[in-house]
Nanobody, 115 residues
């Protein structure tokens, strides 16, 4: 049983920073990719950033200059450093881990950007 646990969400003022963490547990050696998605109220869940086991990264266009994804060498933990946060970044952020052909999801962590 694979479990993903996110942490690091919270309330931050516009222009502030947060760092999200996602740690995987269970009987698995490594993932093919880990990443972050987010879902704002009334909207679909969208990609934020993905890190593959070969070190490649992919970001949503609106976030690639402000957010940075990183992970441990085993790719069982992934981080998302979020800088220059905007109110429109407010959403539940979900960790995703992918090992062909299965996709795993965390429970989500709330990020609220507000003054």
């Amino acid at each position: 049983q694979v479990r993903l646990v996110e942490s690091g969400g919270g309330l931050v003022q516009p222009g502030g920073s947060l760092r999200l963490s996602c740690a995987a547990s269970g009987n698995i050696f490594s993932f093919d990719a880990m990443g972050w998605y987010r879902q704002a109220p009334g909207k679909e869940r969208d990609l934020v950033a993905v890190l593959t086991k070969d070190g490649s990264t992919n970001y949503a266009d609106s976030m690639k200059d402000r957010f940075t994804i990183s992970g441990d060498n085993a790719l069982k933990t992934v981080y998302l450093q979020m800088n220059s946060l905007k109110p429109e970044d407010t959403a539940v952020y979900y960790c995703n881990a992918y090992l062909v052909p299965t996709s795993y999801w965390g429970q989500g962590t709330q990020v609220t950007v507000s003054s």
